[in-house]
């Protein structure tokens, strides 16, 4: 029920005219140079104890011949100032051998990691395209005047200030108004560095008469104000709760005098161009979202810790501005609308295949890959080789922009390719909330006990503590046995890269079952569908944003391929019936089966011209229902229902010769007007007046 792996491209680390040069960084650490050998084919391997200093003509030489790998990213600068000094043609590229792996209590045994480390950093990442802010200094300074005043007094020669009040506090008029001040309480803001849009309430200008102290005017609510750069020295809430490092929004404590005086020296540089990464790549027509105003897949919405993605139609709107790049959003994206940029999916599996290839190869064995992002994972990592055991042997680092950019498809690929196990290192308190990392590997420890792997197979590290991260990752895999692995090539989209790196686990897993049921919130699995209640209107069909669902242009069916629902549920917010639910799972035999069919009934021909149209046993129950039941279908009527029996076009011509209007009624009374009523009213009063008389024999 499996595919055979895709044939494995050359590899980057297999190059020839590469140099790989490692150093010891003076006898520090050892080099195992027979495993670096083993698992880096086809290079120059050059080893040093001194490459930075005595041997830096070694360096020279190499980046004289072509491609050089230095395994030291302490002296990156160094080399890379020699390089461009005396224009050597070499392409460089660096990895870290010391911290990572030399400076550890297993360093002896750290030479397959070495080969590892050094083929990942092969793989040269490439930058993604860059967003970009103007800022014209435009500045709102919010606070008590206290501080506000004073810290526009350091700035209004660089920006162009506003002061806005916070307190009610007695503020001394300035000699010179330099800058407005004014007064409100900030209710809402929007937008990022160079479009901030705020709006006030309780807004007043002082009288330009103030002598002793301001005096406001009239306050008044909905003042709207606009600005650069807005500083908040309120001392509260952040004014952003979502986003309080938003380029542009600067925040300190105004009891602070320190971090007031920092929160200067960078608003002062806030005028000009500045780029960030873009760090998601959005293709709204893959999109999930919904359908003709039925909603489905709210995932990036419900993960966004910043309000960059807002929906915007049947798809979602990414705000690369206010995108602080976690990546939840192209992690949880079921169909790829959302990709990480940073880098893209596929080169970092590319990087992973090559890291566990040369590990292998170097003659590694229960091998774990730990992945982790350079604020947090790399000062730790660096702290554990300095005053600690450092990292064992076993455990091969990763760096990542984001933790939380890591998908399904990453981590499933990395036990495919002969990882046992993979660690995703985080804060003890992460600085946004981690739902949809948790997701990822709640659905992927799933899926790898389900086919035999072991029960922590995957999971997080979330620690700020170098020796305890250390003391766990030492513990973990330990007893692991050889097994199988893949070595298939990282290439296509995300939805691509996850089916294939669930067919090439299923190949070798411990366990291969047919299938494995998935937590709520998965990006695979079925559907059950209640056929009896199916009416084939095929309005999930035309839902579905996959194709999974699909119909025939010659007879009623339903058919489905499970290989490519996402779980958006957009067609069970369609489905009229409600007689479809979702089924969290990934079905290995489904990936193979291709599309089968669901329902499939016998057509209805037109009682005029024989063509097959509709659902036989629907219309059926149609006509049943409306013959001599319905006004338009009864007494003189009745004839009309051979409408329904008829296609399309004999329907049309049917009802053009006979000049059959299905809006006609029953003609509508004349309007009366109040004097009719008056009149009717008059004429039954004398009939009752004149009925007494007769009565009382009057008349």
Not at 608 to 628: N, P, Q, Y
Request: net charge neutral.
């Amino acid at each position: 029920m499996t595919t055979p792996a895709k044939p494995m491209p050359s590899s980057p680390q297999a190059q020839p005219g590469r140099t790989v040069l490692v150093c010891s960084c003076e006898k520090s650490m050892p080099l195992d140079l027979q495993a670096l050998a083993k698992g880096l084919k086809n290079v120059r391997l050059v080893a040093a104890d001194h490459l930075c200093g005595p041997e830096l003509g070694t360096f020279r030489a190499a980046a004289e011949r072509g491609t050089v790998t230095v395994a030291c990213t302490a002296q990156r600068a160094l080399f890379e100032d020699l390089a461009e000094d005396e224009r050597l043609p070499a392409a460089l590229a660096f990895a870290n051998v010391r911290e990572t792996a030399g400076w550890a209590a297993e360093a002896s045994q750290a030479g397959p990691k070495m080969a590892a480390l050094l083929a990942m950093a092969t793989t040269p990442d490439t930058p993604p395209t860059a967003v970009t802010y103007t800022s014209d200094g435009v500045t709102l300074i919010y606070g008590p005047a206290t501080i506000a005043l004073e810290v526009a007094a350091q700035l209004k020669d660089r920006l162009d200030i506003t002061v806005l009040l916070s307190d009610h506090a007695p503020a001394t008029p300035p000699a010179a108004q330099d800058f407005p001040i004014r007064r409100g309480r900030i209710v809402s803001v929007q937008g990022h560095l160079g479009s901030y849009e705020i709006k006030l309430d309780g807004y007043a200008s002082p009288a330009p008469s103030s002598r002793k102290v301001l005096i406001f005017g009239q306050p008044r609510n909905g003042a709207v104000s606009k600005a650069d750069v807005l500083i908040d020295l309120s001392g509260g809430k952040p004014l952003l709760t979502t986003a309080p490092d938003r380029a542009g929004y600067l925040r300190a404590d105004p009891a602070d005098p320190l971090a007031v005086q920092k929160l200067v020296f960078k608003a002062a540089d806030l005028v000009g161009t500045f780029d960030k990464p873009r760090y998601i790549e959005f293709h709204a027509e893959l999109c999930a979202h919904s359908r003709s105003r039925k909603v489905g897949c709210t995932r990036c919405l419900d993960l966004c810790p910043v309000g960059a993605i807002t929906p915007a139609g049947d798809a979602v709107a990414i705000d690369p501005h206010i995108c602080e790049g976690c990546g939840q959003c192209a992690a949880a994206c079921p169909t790829g609308a959302a990709a990480y940029a940073l880098p893209a999916v596929d080169a970092l599996l590319q990087k992973i295949r090559l890291g566990a290839q040369a590990y292998h190869e170097a003659g590694g064995t229960a091998g774990h890959l730990l992945l982790h992002d350079r604020p947090h994972g790399a000062p730790l990592i660096d702290a554990a080789a300095r005053f600690g055991d450092g990292l064992p042997a076993h455990v091969v680092p990763l760096e990542v922009n984001e933790v939380t950019q890591i998908g399904l498809e990453t981590v499933l690929a990395a036990i495919a390719y002969g990882y046992h196990g993979v660690r995703l290192l985080t804060r003890a308190k992460p600085r946004h909330d981690i739902a949809g990392l948790r997701q990822t590997v709640a659905t992927a420890q799933a899926i790898l006990t389900g086919l035999g792997f072991a029960a922590d197979a995957v999971s997080l590290l979330e620690t700020d503590d170098p020796d305890a991260m250390s003391e766990v990752l030492g513990r973990i895999g330990l007893a692991a046995t050889p097994r199988a692995r893949s070595s298939f090539a990282a290439i296509g989209s995300k939805r691509d890269l996850l089916k294939l790196a669930l067919r090439e686990l299923h190949r070798t897993s411990p366990a291969p079952v047919q299938s494995v049921a998935l937590p709520r919130g998965a990006p695979l699995g079925g559907l059950d569908i209640r056929t009896d209640g199916c009416t084939l209107c095929l309005s999930c069909v035309s839902a579905c944003p996959t194709s999974a669902l699909g119909d025939a242009a010659d007879k009623p069916l339903l058919s489905f391929d499970e290989s490519l629902c996402v779980q958006c549920g957009l067609c069970a917010a369609t489905c009229p019936e409600q007689v479809i639910k979702l089924a969290p799972r990934v079905d290995f035999g489904a990936f193979d089966a291709g599309r089968v069919t669901v329902k499939q009934e016998e057509p209805f021909h037109c009682i005029s011209c024989g063509t097959a149209f509709g659902v036989k046993s629907t219309i059926e129950r149609v006509t049943a229902k409306l013959a001599d039941k319905h006004w338009m279908y009864s007494g003189a009527h009745q004839s009309r229902i051979d409408l329904i029996k008829k296609c399309d076009t004999c329907r049309v011509e049917a009802m053009t010769n006979a000049g059959f209007d299905p809006y006609a009624a029953t003609s509508r009374p004349a309007a009366k007007t109040s004097d009719d009523y008056f009149r009717e009213r008059e004429i039954a009063e004398r009939a009752a007046a004149m009925q007494a008389k007769i009565d009382k024999g009057e008349v």
